[in-house]
C-alpha cells in the first residue's frame, strides 16, 4: 500500500474545508489576498492566545492546570489558519516543504556563524 504524502493530504482536506466555509482561496484576486492575510493572521493570533490560556502562565494564580490535551488542539486550530494563509499566498504542500528545506539551511547557516548581525538578505535567494 502507498503512503499517501501527509503534507499534501493536509493541503487538499484544508481546500475543501475552505470551499465548503465559502472561501476559495485559489481564486482571489490581490485586494482579497490581502483581506485574507489578514483574516488568517488574526485567526492564528487568537488560536495562539487560546494555546497560552492551556498552560498555566499566571504565576499568581494557583488554580490553573497544564491542558496538553487542549493545547494540543489550539495547535492544530493554527495549523488550519497556516495553510490556509500559505494556500491564500498561492502556495502548495510541496512549495511549503521546498521553501521549508531551503529557510532550514539558512538558519543552521546563522547558527554556525553566530547569527551576531541581523541581515535578512540571506531571505532574498530563497
Not at 488574526?42 to 491542558?67: G, N
Amino acid at each position: 500500500m502507498e503512503t499517501k504524502d501527509q503534507l499534501a493530504e493536509i493541503f487538499e482536506m484544508q481546500e475543501g474545508l475552505n470551499k465548503r466555509i465559502g472561501v476559495d482561496v485559489c481564486n482571489l484576486d490581490e485586494k482579497q489576498q490581502i483581506e485574507w492575510v489578514l483574516n488568517y493572521c488574526r485567526a492564528m493570533s487568537q488560536e495562539l492566545a487560546e494555546l497560552t490560556d492551556s498552560v498555566p502562565w499566571k504565576w499568581w494564580a494557583k488554580y490553573q492546570t497544564f491542558d496538553k490535551q487542549n493545547a494540543r488542539v489550539e495547535i492544530v486550530d493554527m495549523l488550519h489558519f497556516l495553510v490556509s494563509l500559505a494556500q491564500v499566498m498561492g502556495m502548495s504542500a510541496q512549495d511549503v516543504h521546498d521553501l521549508y528545506m531551503k529557510k532550514h539551511d539558512v538558519n543552521v547557516q546563522r547558527q554556525d556563524s553566530g547569527y551576531t548581525v541581523k541581515d535578512e538578505s540571506d531571505n532574498k535567494a530563497l
